[in-house]
């Protein structure tokens, strides 16, 4: 989107109107829902409805650009994210949970990384820490720079870039020694 | 496979920006896929739910911010929409009239302004219809504001009456309560009172008895004394009489 026109978007949004609401949600929804379900999110959907809640709530005072937007929206959903682990941790399990292979919170990543579908590449993703995989999906799918996520995960820039590092060191190796096809 | 070679910080960034990375060509072609396939999309009808609901969201009253975190203090979190929302429309509309003021008297056509107001108006004023739309809002939500201070007021008001009516209702039956309990007191006061009469008869009519008997047996006794000593003189007399005889001979 062009800086003005991205602009004038948000004011239309900050005023209600859906149609500037439906674009900005065109544009970040699909990222959004792939980084909740990638991380584990158990109703991703729902949790995107309520990021974008959360958008709108503050949306009034937000100042800058596009890229900054972007990175707003993904900071929100990593921390509704957050959120929504402790609530499930407080939860006991449900039947269907172990029906469905989900125990308390223990294969719950590979749940989501299975309901993706076939995509390789994000199944390797889901061989990584935890750590390592909110980094690289944050940079890759919210486009936040190291201080950014530094400052979302409580972390210091380097330790953050070592996540970084580390990552994509352990992409190459699964790559290069198990030949995933790309 | 040596077509992944290690990554500096430098070509990281390069790759991640989608900036031209000659030699880093398979690492791009990994970085397009992962974003690809990453992106989920969304069911046409929850997204149009999460459209309404956002651009609902956006327009409603006010909202207290949350406590911050200590993870996240930034500063678009801290300030309420509240805040956000007059900062944005009445800055608007109060630079927007006097924009056009201004220009209608001629001064902004003269560059009298000063630069800072200048670029606000430039930045921000968009024309007079969309200061109207703006305007209308603003009395649209100032008339949902006092109508919901009104049903608030009335819902404290009904409440407190309740709480007096509540309270009044206590008091009643108290009261009934109260007077019954006063009514067995009393009851129990008579019949105790009833019982301590009869016993106290009871005892004074067995006092009497005993009093009666007593003046019977005294009366015997004294009787049987009087004869007792009318005996004794008789035997002195007779004694007296034998000594007389006795000397006269």
Redesign the interface.
């Given at each position: 989107m062009e800086p003005a026109e991205f602009r004038a978007t948000v004011?239309a949004?900050?005023?209600?109107?859906?149609w500037?609401?439906?674009r900005l949600?065109r544009d970040l929804?699909?990222?959004v829902?792939?980084?909740l379900?990638?991380r584990g999110a158990v109703e991703?959907?729902d949790l995107?409805?309520e990021v974008?809640?959360q958008?709108?709530?503050?949306?009034?005072?937000?100042?800058g650009d596009a890229r900054s937007f972007r990175s707003?929206v993904f900071?929100i959903a990593y921390?509704r994210l957050i959120d929504e682990r402790r609530y499930r941790s407080r939860r006991p399990v449900e039947p269907n949970d172990i029906d469905r292979g989900g125990g308390p919170g223990g294969d719950v990543e590979q749940e989501a990384l299975q309901n993706?579908g076939t995509?390789?590449?994000?199944k390797l993703?889901g061989r990584l820490t935890p750590g390592q995989q909110t980094v690289?999906?944050l940079?890759?799918?919210g486009?936040l720079t190291i201080d950014e996520i530094a400052?979302?995960?409580?972390k210091r820039p380097g330790a953050v870039?070592a996540l970084?590092?580390r990552g994509?060191?352990r992409?190459?190796e699964i790559?290069?020694t198990e030949?995933v096809p790309? | 496979m040596k077509d992944f070679e290690p990554l500096s910080d430098k070509n990281v960034e390069a790759l991640l920006a989608d900036r031209e990375t000659p030699g880093l060509e398979a690492w791009a072609g990994v970085i397009k896929r992962i974003r690809q396939e990453a992106t989920a999309s969304v069911d046409p009808e929850t997204a149009g739910t999460h459209v309404l609901r956002a651009a609902q969201t956006a327009v409603s009253l006010p909202v207290p911010s949350p406590v911050p975190s200590r993870r996240s203090p930034a500063t678009w979190r801290r300030r309420t929409v509240f805040a956000g929302l007059f900062s944005t429309l009445i800055g608007k509309i109060v630079i927007g009239t006097a924009a056009v003021a201004a220009a209608t008297a001629g001064v902004g056509a003269s560059n009298i302004l000063p630069d800072s107001v200048d670029n606000f108006i430039e930045r921000n004023f968009v024309g007079e219809d969309e200061l109207d739309q703006v305007e209308t809002q603003i009395r649209e939500r100032a008339r949902i504001r006092i109508e919901l201070e009104s049903d608030e007021a009335q819902t404290q008001t009904q409440n407190q009456q309740g709480q007096d009516l509540e309270g009044q209702q206590n008091q009643n039956q108290q009261g009934p309560d109260l007077e019954g309990q006063q009514n067995q007191n009393q009851q129990g006061q008579d019949l105790e009172g009833q019982q301590n009469q009869n016993q106290q008869g009871q005892d004074l009519e067995g006092q009497q008895n005993q009093t009666q008997m007593q003046t019977q047996s005294d009366e015997q006794s004294q009787t049987q004394t009087q004869t007792h000593s009318g005996d004794t003189n008789q035997n002195r007399i007779q004694q007296g009489d034998q000594a007389q005889l006795h000397q006269g001979s």
């Open positions: 004011e949004a900050q005023a209600g109107a859906e500037a609401w439906s949600y929804a699909g990222p829902l792939g980084y379900k990638s991703a959907e995107l409805g974008f809640v958008v709108a709530r503050n949306i009034g005072s937000f100042r707003w900071t921390h993706l995509e390789s590449t994000v993703l690289l999906l940079r890759l799918l486009d400052h979302t995960m409580g870039k970084q590092r994509l060191e992409l190459r790559i290069e030949g790309l | -």
